[in-house]
């Protein structure tokens, strides 16, 4: 499968904390913005995701149809394909996409250790 490009979406306490502590590690704002408590933060390959006050845990991200640079990729899975191959290999979905819709839709699933992994399809 091809899930895409790849971030840890990270649930911050103060977005301004967190973005001047990852600027200090190099990384620079790709996307986002303080006024949507939302920044996406990026060095190299590297994507970091800083969110303040949207969801409790971690998330780790795929962007099926992206590569790093929000760009988009010949030749991607879609993310109802993904779904369909998740399902028969006896893997629950926590959220589901409509299998009846095309373009931009999510599905989460969770590890065995409950961590959330969010596969999310913009286009």
Do not use: C
């Not at 303080?34 to 409790?56: C, D, R, S, T, W």
Request: avoid cysteine.
């Amino acid at each position: 499968m091809k899930l895409g490009a790849f971030s840890v979406s990270l649930s911050v306490k103060n977005l301004e904390t967190s973005r001047t502590f990852y600027e200090k590690l190099g990384f620079a704002i790709f996307a986002g913005s303080m006024e949507q408590h939302y920044l996406i933060m990026k060095n190299g390959n590297a994507l970091v995701g800083l969110f303040q006050g949207m969801f409790e845990n971690n998330i780790l991200t795929f962007n099926p149809g992206w590569d790093e640079n929000a760009q988009k990729v010949p030749g991607y899975d879609d993310v109802r394909t993904i779904q369909k191959h998740l399902k028969a290999n006896q893997i629950e979905l926590v959220k589901e996409a409509d299998g009846s819709t095309s373009g931009p839709a999510s599905i989460v699933v969770m590890d065995p250790d409950g961590n959330t992994i969010l596969i999310d399809q913009h286009i």
